[in-house]
């Protein structure tokens, strides 16, 4: 009985250590010398004794099976433990897979959809749909840069969209910073008479183009000459000589540093630029070439002027494909993508091309309206166009003090006019920028091929006009 009523009055604090006090205990017994035992009695020696007496019979029970549990818990072994490690890490993977199941779909879309613009791009059937976005600029927002004397007649836009070169009857060539709208180098024109010791053009400048890597740059000129540039610093590198008329279309196939150009002698040069070489000529059209046009295929496209002929040029088989449509001299031309082009004639008209019909997907006539006396109504001239490639937005330009915008429909059969831009003088060159944020005109007082009238109202310069987007419908 006493010792019943004993356990009753044990003390809380060292009921709850009794595992402590079982182990002390067993150490005890082990110990021989005892000296443990004074140790263990030293905190309350009050009830030690009484507490000693009883837990004899407790600790072989209670605190072993707590012990056993603690041994479960924490004493695993390097298996269990990497078993366990194992565990919560796929655990954590799930919940991470989880939570990225809707961004991993998003992005495998893209991916999709990235390749399939990537195929059709090749296949040159990609048309993006964006013109139907394209607001127009208010007139505060078009910015005017002036550096030309006389008609700007070329310009080319760097990949990156970073800077624009452009040339002029002034024989001189700027290159622009299009951020803050400075000149960064001027390649200045010099005299008739001094091409031997000057470095640069010494006639009207008709032409350019740079390469798709931003490393060479190349203008044509009345005299016959073709330069090759280095775009970054405007040193001058090379001089082709070979054609026997003004050189009047440049183009680099994209990707490379092959180089197209066409002459005023009815020819076709391909140039190696990397090797400073000649390649071949191509001969076909019947008069003189007005414009020329290429890009990542080994094939290029000619306006032949007065011969009424759009031609594609397969170099690699030495053949050509011809296509007729216009009335008038086809003056300009540009590729929409691999097998879609867009041409400007002097009859007014706009035509939509497929490298797979003879004649035009569609023809858009006095595009630009008529001028003249009643009765005596002549069309205004379609002095340039310009495409933003692989989407369904054109642009051209005449002497009406306008640049149009349209939109080519399905599969690029018909053309939709979405707004003009007013631009007075002659638009002699048109620009989209790589990421169509922008369309770039080079205008002058008089057409680029001749001098048949003079706008003295316009201004020689090059317009940016900025080309924004609807915002997208909240849905």
Known sequence: MSSFFIKTKTNPALAKKGKHTSVIKRKNDGDPGGKNKIRAKKPNSKYNEEISSDSETESPIEPKKRQSKEDVEYEETPQEKKLRLAKLYLEQL??????????EAFETDLI????QEEVLEQKGKLQRPIAKDIVPPDASEIRLLRGHKLPITCLVISSDDKFIFSAAKDCSIIKWNIESGKKLHTIPGGRKGTEDRHVGHTAHILCMAISSDGKY???????????????????????FTGHKGPVSGLSFRKGTHDLYSASHDRSVKVWNVDENAYVETLFGHQDAITGLDSLS???????GGRDRTVRVWKIAEESQL???GHEGSIDCIQLINEEHMITGADDGSISVWSVNKKKPLTTVKQAHGC????????????????ALQNSDAVASGSHNSQVQLWKCGQNYRGLERLFSVPVSGFVNSLKFSSSGHFLVAGVGQEHRLGRWWRLKEAKNGIY????????PNPE
């Open 297 to 303: 295929r080994e094939c290029c496209v000619t306006a």
């Open 322 to 324: 011809v296509f007729h």
């Open 464 to 471: 940016i006009i900025p080309l924004k987007r609807k915002p």
């Open 112 to 115: 999709a959809g990235r390749l």
């Open 371 to 386: 001028h003249g006396d009643t009765g005596l109504e002549q069309p205004h001239w379609v002095s340039s166009v310009a």
């Open 94 to 103: 799930k919940a991470e897979e989880e939570n990225k199941v809707e961004e």
């Open 217 to 239: 740059l190349a203008t044509g000129d009345m005299n016959k000459l073709i330069m090759i540039w280095e775009a970054e610093t405007c040193k001058h590198l090379y001089k």
